[in-house]
């Protein structure tokens, strides 16, 4: 089993960038295809990216697409968001994921991270 541990959130101005760094380690420290979801409090996990082992695969949820970058460097089992041009609705807890098939349902991933939260005023 991989453990996850996100870095990176934090409260920011809209407009903005911030970069979500996820780290691995545990038994498999090369899961197959990761991801990006976010929560905010009284609604379900969202989809945010996800990528494969690798990087030349990547998906985005339409309300991030062009803004975010999901991207990996498994010589450092290090799972990335880049979010630039942040909106007061990007404002939520950032979690990432691991699991063995490539999927935008949060019940397909098999680890998760502990969370980090990002604020973006306006």
């Known amino acids: 089993q991989v453990q996850l541990v996100e870095s990176g959130g934090g409260l920011v101005q809209a407009g903005d960038s911030l970069r979500l760094s996820c780290a691995a380690s545990?038994?498999?420290?090369?899961?197959?295809?990761m991801g990006w979801f976010r929560q905010t409090p009284g609604k379900e996990r969202e989809f945010v990216a996800a990528?494969?082992?690798?990087?030349?695969?990547?998906t985005y949820a339409d309300s991030v697409k062009g803004r975010f970058t999901i991207s990996r460097d498994d010589a450092k089992h290090t799972l990335y968001l880049q979010m630039n041009n942040l909106k007061p609705e990007d404002t939520a807890v950032y979690y990432c994921?691991?699991?063995?098939?490539?999927?935008?349902?949060?019940?397909?991933?098999?680890?998760w991270g502990q969370g980090t939260q990002v604020t973006v005023s306006s």
């Open positions: 994921a691991a699991g063995s098939v490539f999927a935008i349902t949060p019940r397909r991933y098999d680890a």
């Open positions: 990528i494969n082992y690798g990087g030349a695969v990547t």
């Open positions: 545990g038994r498999t420290l090369r899961p197959a295809y």
